[in-house]
């Protein structure tokens, strides 16, 4: 029997291809505000479900519940607190709105980890960029600053000094769209544990029904370029089995200090010498991770998460992985420049372990490296059998653009 779903959307972990692809017994209806959509998007939902305004909540609620729907989701940060208000309205079950703000607001987050038991770095939050020598001293060099809510480590920069921390927390809240940042401790990454040629921080992707974990799995990265940018991720990760099982457990202690209950979660965390700790948790699928759960084990990811936003237990396939998924985001250098060349770049979709060579940035194009990764300039998808030859096929990758892509000054 065909369930209503409405899928609280602006942006998100997944594409609205994605979302046509998994729906079927599902009819979706897109609550959104249309004023703060980009250009085209409610078009290309329209193309797959229904589109409600909810700029005025309350009267799109009421369209909403007209349509009676089974259930709610949300894919990004953005939405999970309109999502959470709709829920309520509707009386559908969902993260409540104070799990919601504890998912996107990282002072409260970081405060209820604490408070859980569960190791955090120290932290301050800034309401204006002259505290953020006191909060410097507090937590101590080198540190880390970043926005309350933010994603994608857009505005994340290192801080070493004083001097150093009021030029870059001038400029952070001068870019606008952000009130409000926290200084933390920067974690220290323990190379060993992940191994050579991976991150020292791994992601947890965990779904969860009524509260208890349903389904967990290790997503590995490539190390972080400069200062704190995502360039790639490898699923299934690769950990020792006893490291795994530790960063399964603090990843489900995590959603349960937040009280997160229903849904896919994505919590982040960095290796260190005396084991995980949470750099951060979303309640929301992490980016490529449907797509990669899809190649490596057949989990149709988001249309799981319409069965458990309907109330349906989640099945999970077990056995082992057909293929070992990845993807690598190709990221600007530091600085100001534009984009000349990408040479033969696309050429690597020539090797067998190679899916797609996507070029997002266009010659001539301005780049900007302080948009995190969504300042990525292309992505290269692929699959291999083992994971060693996913590191073969990273340094392929690496050798490629270090030897074709043009950068100029802008």
Known sequence: MTATVVVVYTAGAATPIELAADS??????????????????????????EVVDVTDEAAGAAVLAARRPAGIVAFSDRDLPLAARLASRLGLRYHSESAALAATDKYVQRRLLRDAGLRVPRFRRLDRPDQVVDALAAVG???????????????????DDPQDALRLAAEAFAAGGVDQFVVEEMLVGCPSVAGPDLGDYVSVETLLWRGTVAYQMLNSRLPLREPFRESGFILPGLLPAAVKE??????????????????????????????PVVIEVNARLGGYVATMLYRSYGVEAVRIAFDVAVGRRPVMPAGEPAAVAFCYQI????????LTSWGRVAGLEDRSDILSVVCIAAPGDRVDWRQGTQGTIGVVEGVAERPEAVLAAVRAIERTIADELVFSPA
């Open 24 to 49: 079927d017994g599902f009819d979706l209806v897109f609550a959104a505000p249309l004023d703060a959509m980009p250009n085209g998007l409610a078009e290309l939902l329209a193309a797959v479900g």
């Open 141 to 159: 060099t080198p540190a880390v600053l970043k926005p309350v809510r933010g994603a994608a480590s857009q505005h994340v920069y290192r801080l």
């Open 246 to 275: 530790d960063a399964y457990r603090v990843a489900e202690a995590a959603c349960r200090a937040l009280g997160l209950a229903d849904g896919w979660m994505h919590v982040e965390l960095k290796l260190t010498a005396d084991g």
């Open 331 to 338: 990221l600007p250098p530091v600085g100001d420049w534009r």
